[in-house]
């Protein structure tokens, strides 16, 4: 059932009703069986009296018994249902093996820094890093071994991400770096910064040690998107690889 077809929390002028006809419906009762008693119509103004204070003492009784209860019932279940969405939310917004943000999560904000990008002319810069001969570490130690070793570079590469920089998992072994207000000077002293300390990182198996291949560009001018953005970087990342891998390359167009 969506979130919008449940019924909202009974608010003041709800309850107030409720108690109000609570009040009307012990009148009627008590008016009926004055008349079915034959009691006179002059007598029933004081009857009316009586019964409007036993209203008001019943109502309140009634709140408190019946409908504050199951107020509280439909906040504490709509609480839950908000956070259960908000924990959805979350779990799709970031990759489940690193815990930085997912390849959707990602595009979406890059596709808005781009577009900031053009509106202001602020520098803009991404970072395509992809791990070197990853799949040895898979062959030789197995997959859980491979996904501690993405975990950790993950960790690695956001230990040195500034608070408005943006980390995602792009697929596989690669990882996308978005660098707001920073040219590709900027964006490489950066890169080689991950780099060094990616090489640096111990891996608890034999001493190993895994080193990455990156590929820096830069935003140009308003014909520039995201994908042509990504691209230039993975074709950076594609020299860096062919050069012998364990470097950097920045984009020759940036």
């Known amino acids: 059932m969506p979130l919008t077809s449940l019924p909202p929390p009974t608010g003041l002028g709800a309850t107030m009703l409720k108690i109000a006809l609570v009040m009307l419906a012990v009148e009627i009762v008590i008016m009926l069986i004055f008349a079915w008693l034959g009691i006179e119509f002059a007598e029933w103004r004081l009857a009316l009296i009586d019964a409007t204070l036993l209203a ?3 109502a309140p009784i009634a709140y408190i ?3 504050r209860p199951k107020d509280r019932q439909i906040r504490t279940v709509m609480a839950a249902l908000e956070e259960a969405k908000l924990e959805a939310e979350d779990v799709a917004r970031h990759d489940e093996l ?3 943000l997912s390849r959707r999560a990602l595009l979406e904000v890059f596709d808005m820094e781009v577009a900031r990008a053009k509106r202001y002319g602020s520098a803009l810069s991404c970072i395509m890093l992809d791990l070197d001969h990853f799949k040895r570490f898979n062959d030789t130690y197995g997959h859980q071994f491979g996904d501690r070793v993405l975990y950790l570079v993950a960790r690695v590469i956001f230990g040195h991400c500034r608070t408005h920089d943006y980390l995602g998992r792009y697929g596989g072994e690669e990882f996308l ?8 000077d900027g964006a490489t002293t950066f890169a080689e910064r991950v780099r060094a300390a990616v090489t640096e ?4 198996q034999d001493e190993e040690r895994i080193t990455v291949s990156i ?4 935003w140009q001018n308003a014909e520039d998107t995201t994908s042509s953005l990504i691209a230039r970087a993975d074709q950076a990342l594609l020299q860096a690889k062919a050069a012998g891998r364990n470097r950097i390359i920045a984009s020759q167009s940036g």
Do not use: C, S, Y
């Open 177 to 184: 770096i978005i660098l707001p207000e920073t040219r590709i």
């Open 215 to 218: 590929g820096v560009a830069q």
């Open 56 to 58: 008001v003492v019943v």
């Open 98 to 100: 690193t815990d930085v």
């Open 201 to 204: 990182t111990p891996l608890d």
């Open 65 to 67: 018994a019946f409908i």
